[in-house]
């Protein structure tokens, strides 16, 4: 793997841990660190002995915010000060850096969990969204606050969170720039699940051992079937499906996973 500047890397067992690291700056995304994302996930994702991506926040220590605790910033949101400057040609390049690493944290074969451990505002929020599954600590923090800075969300955040929570929530979280807690996000679908900060990376990885005990070709498949068929109308996405089900069952998986249920056995499954 390449050398970062504001991410660290570590991967055991067919799970990887990333950090964002800016400590100084809340984890918050630049256009280096968007560049640094875009080349790992690009690295990641061509790995076979990477089953399941976790993405988290490095440690902040903070002197502002009282800060003896490093869990207080997931992504605290895009670099303001690189945006303070923007032109709208300069917005628009900002956005569209950021959208390559976010499409594919949501399309890349390995599932990614974000461990969220603290302020997800902004930018934060919004790769948070970009992976598959959430799970907060209780002492994260959601928000979208772009329209009180006389901008709006531009990492995918007025689309990926309406598909997620609904437009009217949506809507409000946006329009009045209210910061939610982690147990409110559990409690409108925008975080799978809430848990001590103490327990979040265990719980993380704990879900990534359960998923890649799985098929992970069959995994791989699903999260395809469900990104792609999702804005489809259902009966294309229901054939799009059946053709992906004819796709999986020609491999070996299928073949070793039915013969162990049928032998009463553990499968031994190895497609990737």
Same mark, same amino acid.
């Given at each position: 793997?390449?050398?970062?500047?504001?991410?660290? &890397?570590?991967?055991?067992? =067919? !799970? %990887?841990?990333?950090?964002?690291? +800016?400590?100084?700056?809340? /984890? @918050?995304?630049?256009?280096e660190?968007?560049?640094?994302?875009?080349?790992?996930?690009?690295?990641?994702?061509?790995?076979?002995?990477?089953?399941?991506?976790?993405?988290?926040?490095?440690?902040?220590?903070?002197?502002k915010?009282?800060?003896d605790?490093?869990?207080?910033?997931?992504?605290?949101?895009?670099?303001?000060?690189?945006?303070a400057?923007?032109?709208?040609?300069?917005?628009?390049?900002?956005?569209?850096?950021?959208?390559?690493?976010?499409?594919?944290?949501?399309?890349?074969?390995?599932?990614?969990i974000a461990?969220?451990?603290?302020?997800? &505002?902004?930018?934060?929020? =919004? !790769? %948070?969204?970009?992976?598959?599954? +959430?799970?907060?600590?209780e /002492? @994260?923090?959601?928000?979208?606050?772009?329209?009180?800075?006389?901008?709006?969300?531009?990492?995918?955040?007025t689309?990926?969170?309406?598909?997620?929570?609904?437009?009217?929530?949506?809507?409000?979280?946006?329009?009045?720039?209210?910061?939610?807690?982690?147990?409110?996000?559990?409690?409108?679908?925008?975080?799978?699940?809430?848990?001590?900060?103490?327990?979040?990376?265990?719980?993380?990885?704990?879900?990534?051992?359960?998923?890649?005990?799985?098929?992970?070709?069959?995994?791989?498949?699903?999260?395809?079937?469900?990104?792609?068929?999702?804005?489809?109308?259902?009966?294309?996405?229901?054939?799009?499906?059946?053709?992906?089900?004819?796709?999986?069952?020609?491999?070996?998986?299928?073949?070793?996973?039915m013969?162990?249920?049928?032998?009463?056995?553990?499968?031994?499954?190895t497609?990737?």
């Open positions: 793997m390449g050398d970062y500047k504001n991410l660290i &890397l570590n991967v055991e067992d =067919e !799970i %990887a841990v990333l950090q964002i690291s +800016r400590p100084k700056a809340l /984890n @918050a995304l630049n256009s660190t968007l560049e640094e994302l875009d080349q790992c996930l690009t690295e990641i994702e061509g790995r076979d002995d990477i089953k399941v991506l976790i993405l988290t926040g490095g440690a902040c220590f903070n002197k915010l009282g800060a605790d490093p869990y207080r910033s997931f992504v605290a949101g895009a670099d303001i000060a690189e945006m400057s923007f032109d709208a040609k300069q917005a628009r390049a900002f956005g569209m850096r950021a959208s390559k690493p976010f499409f594919k944290l949501m399309k890349m074969r390995q599932v990614t461990a969220v451990n603290g302020f997800a &505002l902004g930018g934060g929020n =919004e !790769i %948070a969204m970009a992976c598959d599954i +959430r799970v907060a600590s /002492n @994260a923090t959601f928000g979208q606050p772009e329209t009180g800075l006389g901008i709006i969300p531009g990492f995918g955040g689309q990926r969170l309406a598909r997620l929570v609904g437009m009217g929530r949506a809507k409000e979280l946006i329009f009045t720039c209210d910061t939610i807690k982690a147990d409110e996000a559990y409690r409108i679908g925008l975080v799978n699940h809430v848990v001590p900060k103490e327990e979040l990376m265990p719980t993380c990885k704990e879900m990534a051992k359960k998923i890649i005990s799985k098929g992970s070709y069959a995994v791989s498949v699903a999260k395809a079937a469900i990104n792609n068929g999702y804005d489809m109308d259902i009966q294309n996405a229901v054939e799009y499906e059946s053709n992906l089900f004819g796709v999986v069952c020609d491999t070996h998986d299928h073949r070793e996973g013969a162990a249920f049928l032998e009463r056995r553990p499968a031994d499954l497609d990737f």
